[in-house]
T-cell receptor, first 116, second 112 residues
Framework: GAGVSQSPRYKVAKRGQDVALRCDPI?????LFWYQQALGQGPEFLTY????????KSGLPSDRFFAERPEGSVSTLKIQRTQQEDSAVYLC??????????????FGPGTRLTVL | QKEVEQDPGPLSVPEGAIVSLNCTYS??????FMWYRQYSRKGPELLMY????GNKEDGRFTAQVDKSSKYISLFIRDSQPSDSATYLC????????????FGKGTRLSVIA
């Protein structure tokens, strides 16, 4: 079956440009997470949604970062006025949001953002 | 000090070797412990999922959790070149529906 998909896979932006990264979660998955993975580092949490509600955005590094999931399915991570330090792979993950038992987060392939 | 510490390696072993990977953590609230494998330019994929302390085995992979020492391990037996990847430990205080805290990842190369 279809997994988590992300687009674009690669994005090059000039410093100061705005970018939008899209995530299509697995159908029926309630929770959606965004992580940032810098080169040689593990993923770091940015924000997550349960359906359309953004439950935690404590990991967003600045107010230039904004995420939405208006219909509880597809999500978009927007970065305004990109800076070189925003260069990273942005990973999206989704899960069923089970209260009991194993609840796995399934990851997409990521969007590699390079800011020149 | 980061919440989760993991030696980034790189680690290079001959085919057939037993590989030991480990992480330490500081947050005693963590109860769910995972190991993810990440191939180059791919997203992480879940290998092992463990709740609380103890051992879990799945084929050539064994995960161990020692909550008293705040130490988790992943063992790979009879390592294969296809095991060459970055291995990430991850943990959370609650089941799945919460953000994961990852280690830095250990890059493993298995040489044929």
């Amino acid at each position: 079956g279809a997994g988590v998909s992300q687009s674009p896979r690669y994005k090059v932006a000039k410093r100061g440009q705005d970018v939008a990264l899209r995530c299509d979660p697995i159908s029926g998955h309630v929770s959606l997470f965004w992580y940032q993975q810098a080169l040689g580092q593990g993923p770091e949490f940015l924000t997550y949604f349960q359906n359309e509600a953004q439950l935690d955005k404590s990991g967003l590094p600045s107010d230039r970062f904004f995420a939405e999931r208006p219909e509880g399915s597809v999500s978009t991570l927007k970065i305004q006025r990109t800076q070189q330090e925003d260069s990273a792979v942005y990973l999206c993950a989704s899960s069923l949001a089970l209260r009991e038992g194993r609840d796995e987060q399934f990851f997409g392939p990521g969007t590699r953002l390079t800011v020149l | 000090q980061k919440e989760v510490e993991q030696d980034p390696g790189p680690l290079s072993v001959p085919e057939g070797a037993i590989v030991s990977l480990n992480c330490t953590y500081s947050n005693s609230a963590f109860q769910y412990f995972m190991w993810y494998r990440q191939y180059s330019r791919k997203g992480p994929e879940l290998l092992m999922y463990t709740y609380s302390s103890g051992n879990k085995e799945d084929g050539r992979f064994t995960a161990q959790v020692d909550k008293s020492s705040k130490y988790i391990s992943l063992f790979i037996r009879d390592s294969q070149p296809s095991d060459s990847a970055t291995y990430l430990c991850a943990m959370s205080a609650w089941n799945g529906n919460t953000p994961l805290v990852f280690g830095k990842g250990t890059r493993l190369s298995v040489i044929a």
